[in-house]
């Protein structure tokens, strides 16, 4: 895999906002920070739009990050907040110039809309990690893990650790991680955007979504062969749940192991990416990692 280099102090990055608006006074604490990593950071002009609950219309949004696409001197792009939006401007978009001349896409949540078209169409590494949304006055867990994996921290991705459940498949995988949002990877399937799974460690999380829709989003990936082949399933995140009168009869990870119980890859709930707040660790989509999972001991997943 072709890493994208790691950012130097000095270097220009950019916040866009192609799904929900955001205001200025919410971008402060990022810009503040990212300053202090010695960066430039590019705010652009109509960044600050809004059309409803967007920030701005398709036409707009997609013109502001299509411009940061194809700047060569942008040597990563901040995604400001997710929400929804992304998916109604992916198909205006044109990633030649970007390939040519790559740089890290970070964010999550409606930003798994880009991490999945960019990986499905180009096969190049993005960042799965917190926003500029979730920025807070003072560094948290969040925004140092993207700082390190940025800078390339002791030269060095990642290597992450957490408590293991008792509902794990034990077992290692080598390869690939993609995914992100569970409402977002259904959302996409069957579309050019959607991402190939076989053979690659598969990252689902979700927020404030009902059990039978999690439900009902495992079997849509499951009958369309999402579920097979992986290398290993990784669940983040499964934030807020909500349940009817009547009760689904089943938490949220456990739809999610009925869902691939006739599988034999592992499986590692309770990973450290998602809607997990100030929690929410720096990921990369696209770049071969390992995962050792267990019943008992520390879950973990790293750098070859």
Not at 261 to 272: I, T, W
Request: charged share 20%.
């Amino acid at each position: 895999m072709n890493r994208i280099p790691y950012l130097t102090k000095g270097d220009r990055v950019a916040l866009a906002a192609p799904a929900r608006k955001v205001s200025p006074e919410e971008m402060a604490p990022a810009i503040a920070e990212m300053e202090s990593w010695g960066l430039e950071v590019v705010v652009p002009e109509g960044l600050y739009a809004a059309e409803g609950q967007l920030a701005g219309s398709d036409s707009h949004r997609a013109a502001l990050l299509q411009e940061l696409l194809d700047d060569e001197s942008i040597r990563a792009i901040f995604c400001c907040r997710g929400g929804y939006g992304t998916v109604r401007i992916i198909d205006r978009l044109d990633f030649t110039r970007f390939a040519e001349h790559h740089k890290w896409v970070v964010g999550y949540s409606d930003i798994t809309v880009l991490h999945s078209h960019i990986y499905a169409t180009l096969g190049l590494p993005t960042l799965h990690a917190t926003m500029p949304i979730n920025f807070q006055s003072q560094p948290t867990p969040a925004t140092c893990s993207m700082h390190d994996f940025l800078f390339g921290k002791n030269r060095d991705y990642v290597d992450y650790e957490w408590e293991p459940s008792p509902l794990n498949r034990k077992g290692e995988a080598h390869a690939p991680v993609v995914g992100g949002n569970l409402s977002i990877l259904y959302s996409l399937l069957g579309s050019r955007s959607q991402v190939e799974t076989r053979g690659k460690i598969l990252l689902i999380e979700d927020l404030d979504e009902y059990l039978y829709h999690i439900d009902r989003m495992m079997q849509a990936l499951r009958r369309a062969g999402m579920l097979d082949g992986l290398a290993g399933l990784l669940v983040g995140g499964l934030s807020d749940m909500h349940d009817n009168s009547v009760p689904f009869g089943r938490t949220a990870e456990q739809i999610v192991m009925e869902a691939v119980a006739d599988k034999d890859y592992p499986v590692a709930f309770g990973a450290p990416f998602g809607h997990l707040g100030d929690n929410n660790l720096a990921l990369p989509l696209g770049i071969p990692l390992t995962l050792q999972t267990s019943q008992s001991k520390k879950i973990r997943i790293f750098a070859p």
